[in-house]
């Protein structure tokens, strides 16, 4: 991929850009085979297109009102405009120049970390397979949402496929990315995404994996080895929207997914009740959860952030008893630490997939089966 911003040394958060794709994906593959060794099922990685494959842009405003730069902060805090960054999907490349166009007729001030004056501190924007949007507005206070309002009807217009529009407030002057208030303006508060065939709905605060193809073949290869194993039971444990549980349940099997964000659970119990899976959703902490359960599944899967799933659930898993374990990470070195507190959990097999090309990051899925006599006893 070419990018002139990497080449003028604007942006360098592609860190392996200069490497041919064929050759970070031998890399990525080979730093994980470092990790977990070769007396297992290696599956051959699963590649990603090289540009137009990030579902969301996380675009800080900066600038000013009648010149607003969508981008990042590069050096000194000054706005790099990066609304042709090659890594977006085209749906979200076709928008950003539209949407730094409405910066200006709604006069939304963006928002001077120096001077903490200003008003709009990020657009995020997420799209859909379909090319369907959601844009939300992370700003200082409430003070632009009239204007928004006011000419969102010109924004609609000029992108049909929008569908979702909200204004998260985020008051603080620290470097988070969203506040707890969202506004919803749009008559629709989810953002449908097709994914084999099922509809995962997204709403504003909820997490979806960023590159989608490559999530969806992910999701496919997970439902490939569990269907092998035929479990009766099983948990999705940070199960975000639903992805892994909705496309491991079946008509013999229960399903249940476990998540923090209310929001999420709202969203994959939706999406449970239209389609008839056979998958229920629970909102709470996934140790929380797995410790205090009365019935223990047959194969739990956890996908959970780069932090990892920790020692309690990963020792808890250790002795619990139960046979098979998917783990997705996104994050070598947290997976190392829990699969050493889980020595009675051996790795079987295991894929790579390429969730973020141009990186040194990707997401690998192993399969952990328990080994001979370690077979610990149920708490
Ligand atoms: C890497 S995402 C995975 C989401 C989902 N499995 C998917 O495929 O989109 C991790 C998820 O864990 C959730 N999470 C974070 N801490 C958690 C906790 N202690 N217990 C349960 N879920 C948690 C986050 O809200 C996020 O949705």
Redesign the pocket.
Known sequence: MDCRHYDAGRCRSCTWLPIPYADQLAAAERDCRELLGEDLDWRAPFASVEEGFRNKAKMVVTGSIEEPRLGILGEGATGVDLRDCGLHEPAIQAALPVLAGFVTRAALAPYDVAQRRGELKFVLVTAAPSGDLMVRFVSRSQEPVTRIRKHLPWLLDALPGLRVVTVNVQPEHKAVLEGELEIVLTEHAALALEVNGHTLLLRPQ????TNTAV?AG??REAAAWVDALGPASLW?????????ALHLAAPHRTAIG????VE?IASARETARRSGAAAEFVV????A?ATSAQELPDLVVV???RRGIGTELARWLQESGIRHVLY?S?NPASLASDLEAMPGLRVVRARLFDMFPQTAHSELLVLLERHGDAVGSRP
Do not use: H, I, K, R
């Not at 999705?236 to 892994?244: A, P, R």
């Not at 476990?258 to 964000?261: A, F, G, L, N, P």
């Open positions: 909820s997490f979806f994996q999530a992910l999701y999705d444990l940070y199960c975000g929207v639903g992805g892994f476990v998540e923090t964000s999420a709470g902490d996934a140790t959860f996908n959970p952030p997705s996104c």
